[in-house]
């Protein structure tokens, strides 16, 4: 946690580092317009003043933006490796739930009960809000009226849930980087 706060720390001193080179720039970039402006004679001082801060203006904000940019590749990385297992347990579970209806109704509580804070914490916002649908699907499902199996409502019931775990499904390719 210090080394974090750290990171931090340094990052906003290199933040308003940058800031002052771009205000200097900028300064250059006015004085040398203005000057040119009032004095147009010769004015070739003026004009390599110009170039120079146009050309170390733009390098400064290339590399502000190259940072931010490799910033938030990092950050994708990191929340990438650690969704990976989740999403591994997920579909792993639902085929084996759905497909072949193998696992126990003990085993599915101790799922929800684990998967849930996970996909909380983890689980893009897309995810997490379609998580929500397919549990409330689910339970709409399970409470269906009609015990039997092939009844008009549980069929109906059934052809959401399916839709419901498609979309998870889809949702969880997305966030590991997937063009589905």
Do not use: C
Not at 20 to 25: N, P
Not at 53 to 63: E, I
Not at 112 to 125: F, R
Not at 140 to 164: I, L
């Amino acid at each position: 946690m210090r080394i974090e706060l750290f990171m931090d720390f340094k990052l906003s001193v290199w933040n308003v580092f940058v800031l002052l080179i771009v205000a200097l720039l900028a300064g250059l970039l006015g004085y040398s317009v203005r000057g040119f402006l009032l004095d147009p004679g010769d004015g070739s001082l003026l004009i390599a003043v110009t170039a120079a801060s146009v050309s170390l203006l733009s390098a400064v904000l290339t590399n502000v933006y190259g940072k931010i940019q490799e910033r938030k590749l990092k950050i994708e990385e990191d929340l990438r490796k650690n969704r990976t297992p989740i999403y591994d347990r997920i579909m792993s579970f639902l085929v084996a739930t759905f497909s072949a209806g193998s696992t126990s109704q003990e085993d599915q509580l101790k799922f929800w009960k684990e998967i849930t804070p996970q996909i909380t914490m983890w689980g893009s916002d897309e995810l997490f809000a379609q998580w929500s649908n397919f549990k409330y699907e689910l339970t709409k499902y399970s409470t269906a009226p009609g015990g039997e199996a092939e009844s008009p409502e549980r069929m109906a019931h059934v052809v959401e849930v399916s839709r419901e775990i498609e979309k998870v499904f889809l949702l969880i390719r997305k966030d590991l980087g997937y063009d589905n």
